[in-house]
T-cell receptor
Framework: AQSVTQLGSHVSVSEGALVLLRCNYS??????LFWYVQYPNQGLQLLLK??????LVKGINGFEAEFKKSETSFHLTKPSAHMSDAAEYFC?????????????FGSGTRLSIRP | DTGVSQDPRHKITKRGQNVTFRCDPI?????LYWYRQTLGQGPEFLTY????????KSRLLSDRFSAERPKGSFSTLEIQRTEQGDSAMYLC??????????????FGQGTRLTVV
């Protein structure tokens, strides 16, 4: 079965600092990987997805993630944090042969931004 | 199209009562998913449909839970004899099936259920 593990339930950075949210995956087949963001009392919004086309994936709001097969990682980064980035972030893997399959989520990382 | 919509956004019910939630997917999407999210956790898969066919159900979906998508458009999720442990955010998502272009799932804003 596929799974993802998010390292750190809470990350706090200063405004303007680098954001790094860690995710490791487990999959017996080439995975489809995602990062979603969730603002309070809202649904999930897709930030970016990896579908084997390129290992460095750029998403919305200046976020990007790099797929590293050797490390089974898919960490999310942003060079300069903004106050509006404060939210819950979920790494996820698609359990199937395409991204339109059941998605398995990690437990989430809450990102706080210090002024 | 305004995206995936869920109704109601919030529901408070007494233990033992039945509740029903509705999800309207993006119109051209033929896959529809239900997830449950408890406080501080990631969403957990419950079930999904392709058109009107329910293709998979999680073991989290006890006998008290039933989901339908009768005409392959909107879906309902019913919980019978609610328990306090059912308190959660219930999220709906939709996507196109594989081979039909962009296949990422789009989520609704969820229905927050509180059982008192």
């Amino acid at each position: 079965a596929q799974s993802v593990t998010q390292l750190g339930s809470h990350v706090s950075v200063s405004e303007g600092a680098l954001v790094l949210l860690r995710c490791n995956y487990s999959s017996s087949v080439p995975p489809y990987l995602f990062w979603y963001v969730q603002y309070p009392n809202q649904g999930l919004q897709l930030l970016l997805k990896y579908t084997s086309a390129a290992t460095l994936v750029k998403g919305i709001n200046g976020f990007e993630a790099e797929f590293k097969k050797s490390e089974t990682s898919f960490h999310l980064t942003k060079p300069s944090a903004h106050m509006s980035d404060a939210a819950e972030y979920f790494c996820a893997v698609s359990e199937g042969y395409s991204s339109a399959s059941k998605i398995i989520f990690g437990s989430g990382t809450r990102l706080s931004i210090r002024p | 199209d305004t995206g995936v919509s869920q109704d109601p956004r919030h529901k408070i019910t007494k233990r033992g009562q039945n509740v029903t939630f509705r999800c309207d997917p993006i119109s051209e999407h033929n896959r529809l998913y239900w997830y449950r999210q408890t406080l501080g956790q990631g969403p957990e898969f419950l079930t999904y449909f392709q058109n009107e066919a329910q293709l998979e159900k999680s073991r989290l979906l006890s006998d008290r839970f039933s989901a339908e998508r009768p005409k392959g458009s909107f879906s309902t999720l019913e919980i019978q004899r609610t328990e306090q442990g059912d308190s959660a955010m219930y999220l709906c998502a939709s996507s196109q099936e594989p081979g039909q272009g962009k296949t990422e799932a789009f989520f609704g804003q969820g229905t927050r259920l509180t059982v008192v």
